[in-house]
Nanobody
Framework: VHLVESGGALVQAGGSLRLSCSVT????????IGWFRQAPGKEREWVSC???????????EYKDSVKGRFTISRDVANNTLFLQMDNLKPEDTAVYYC??????????????WGQGTQVTVSS
């Protein structure tokens, strides 16, 4: 399994970016998959996630500070996860990582991480 992020850039506050996470090894729908971020000097934090297709309940979730501004989605045909980020704020500046979680039939899981993409929001 291989995850590769792209789309990070320098953008002004109020601007938009769309991050992509290309998935190889299995369908993007197979995983509980989402986005994390890590700002300088801070711990990595969860941003958003979407359930695997077979999950019950199936849901999409967001960190409170990004609700209404970020949208997570999947393109199954291209096996890609997206994070649309609108109305960006300087506090969104971080390296953004894609993570996929693969559960087996016993409930045991393995996490797969991408290498990260830098998002910088200037004020």
């Amino acid at each position: 399994v291989h995850l590769v992020e792209s789309g990070g850039a320098l953008v002004q506050a109020g601007g938009s970016l769309r991050l992509s996470c290309s998935v190889t090894g299995n369908s993007v729908e197979h995983y509980a998959i989402g986005w994390f971020r890590q700002a300088p000097g801070k711990e990595r934090e969860w941003v958003s996630c979407i359930s695997a297709k077979t999950a019950i309940p199936y849901r999409t979730e967001y960190k409170d500070s990004v609700k209404g501004r970020f949208t997570i989605s999947r393109d199954v045909a291209n096996n890609t996860l997206f994070l649309q980020m609108d109305n960006l704020k300087p506090e969104d500046t971080a390296v953004y990582y894609c993570k996929g979680r693969d559960y087996d039939s016993t409930g045991y899981y393995t996490d797969y991480w991408g290498q990260g993409t830098q998002v910088t929001v200037s004020s």
